[in-house]
């Protein structure tokens, strides 16, 4: 991961006016470096250690924050915990039905579904969403054992 993001992800928070807290940074740092699409608690949990005194609100706070400013998507799923994506480029997920894992997947014809939407419907399309649900390969593994 490169400290360039972080550097333009501060950027960008100085510019809309954010305060840099030691503690917003570690939680943007940690979103930058994860690929699991992580939980507001499981953030919170990996850096609990680092921040003894900081609370789950914290954490949600500052996602808030980041959300506004157009640093994170949040990926809310059915009824489970929102999941947070420092990836905000247009992109699909593929989703685990055992054990919830998200993978990030481009399809170069993302724009080409809304097109199509917008022509035999006649809507103005703002945007879509869409998953795709499997196993992935360790649960896949385990299922085979």
């Given at each position: 991961m490169s400290e360039l993001r972080i550097q333009e992800a501060m950027e960008?928070?100085?510019?809309?006016?954010v305060r840099?807290?030691?503690?917003?940074?570690?939680?943007l740092e940690y979103l930058l470096q994860s690929m699991s699409h992580p939980t507001a608690d499981d953030i919170?949990?990996?850096?609990?250690?680092?921040?003894?005194?900081?609370?789950?609100?914290?954490?949600?706070?500052?996602?808030?924050?980041?959300?506004?400013?157009?640093?994170?998507?949040?990926?809310t799923y059915g009824d489970s915990s929102s999941r947070f994506d420092?990836?905000?480029?247009d992109h699909y997920h593929v989703i685990c039905e055992e054990c919830g894992?998200?993978?990030?997947?481009?399809?170069?014809?993302?724009?080409?579904?809304?097109?199509?939407?917008?022509?035999?419907?006649?809507?103005?399309?703002?945007?879509?969403?869409m998953e795709v649900y499997g196993t992935c390969p360790e649960c896949r593994d385990i299922k085979r054992h």
């Open positions: 960008t928070l100085k510019g809309s006016g840099i807290t030691p503690q917003r940074h570690a939680i919170y949990k990996a850096l609990e250690g680092k921040f003894p005194n900081m609370s789950v609100a914290t954490v949600y706070n500052n996602l808030r924050v980041f959300k506004d400013v157009g640093l994170v998507r949040e990926l420092c990836n905000i480029s894992k998200i993978v990030d997947f481009h399809y170069p014809g993302f724009y080409e579904v809304e097109k199509l939407a917008e022509h035999v419907t006649g809507f103005d399309v703002s945007h879509h969403r």
